[in-house]
């Protein structure tokens, strides 16, 4: 009777340690036949693989793992590049994006599995364990080691983030310098024609102008992005550059038009 509760409470125990995986890992399940490398591991062969950012080079120029190359995630070039990689070494090529709920390390390894290229890894624990735990291994805005401090928790961003309405109400008195940092791929129609500027993260030299105008000022400067996903690398930048005064649109363009007419439901239909 012992052994059998003993092995039913060992049972359970795999069982709950394997949701539990599955929550901190939502993907993994998705993407078995892709290895995965651990952070313990990765750090104990950082100069012995080929390693491999495949985020925006926003986000790379931010905030990346030392040693690693930016190959943005791409479908129709990835795996080229990663064929490519093969031919300069036979080092094992681990991928990584952000953090657990991100995708991309999992996608960029596949591709570069289909096109036949070995010995290829995610690391998926992503950059937010990674820089955490390894600081002397990352590089934040050209500079390395860094100082846990340095990093932006996500409570120090939410005291920067408002709500669409506060956003729009704010906009409307006047006073404030508007951004809208969307991409050219993600833009549709200004959300406040005529109030604001316009300048995708990767056109230094006009977020430069903008930031710089805003410093200059007493206005605070406004920031949307698309979903809230930019702004946080952003965030970096305006902290580097000594701006004080400064907010972003809780869930950026598509929050502000979910805040003001609804989410978006999409017909049924019977099959």
Known sequence: ???????????????????????????????????????????????????????????????????????????????????????????????????????????????????????????????????????????LLGRSPIAPSDLIDKEAYKARVISAADFEARVEKGAAIVLDIRDLRQRDVALFPFKEERAPLDDRAKIAEVVARAKRSDKPLLVYDKVGKQAPWFQYYLEKEGVKNYYFM??????????????????KFDS
Request: hydrophobic share 40%; proline share 4%.
């Open 1 to 139: 009777m012992k052994k059998s509760l003993t092995s039913i409470l060992v049972i359970l125990g795999f069982v709950g340690a394997a949701q539990a995986d599955q929550a901190k890992y939502p993907h993994r399940a998705r993407y078995k036949h892709v290895p995965i490398i651990e952070a313990e591991s990765l750090h104990g062969q950082l100069e012995r693989v080929a390693l491999v950012d495949v985020r925006s080079r926003y986000e790379y120029d931010t905030l990346h793992i030392k040693g690693a190359l930016h190959i943005p995630l791409s479908k129709d070039k990835l795996p080229a590049a990663a064929l490519e990689l093969r031919k300069q070494s036979a080092r094992p090529i681990v991928f990584y994006c952000n953090g657990t709920t991100c995708k991309k390390s999992y996608e960029a390894a596949e591709y570069a599995i289909n096109a036949g290229v070995t010995n290829v890894y995610a690391y998926d624990a992503g950059l937010d364990v990674w820089t955490r735990k390894y600081p002397e291994a990352s590089v």
């Open 250 to 267: 809780d869930g950026g363009a598509e929050g502000y038009h979910e805040a003001k007419f609804g989410k978006l439901k999409l017909p």
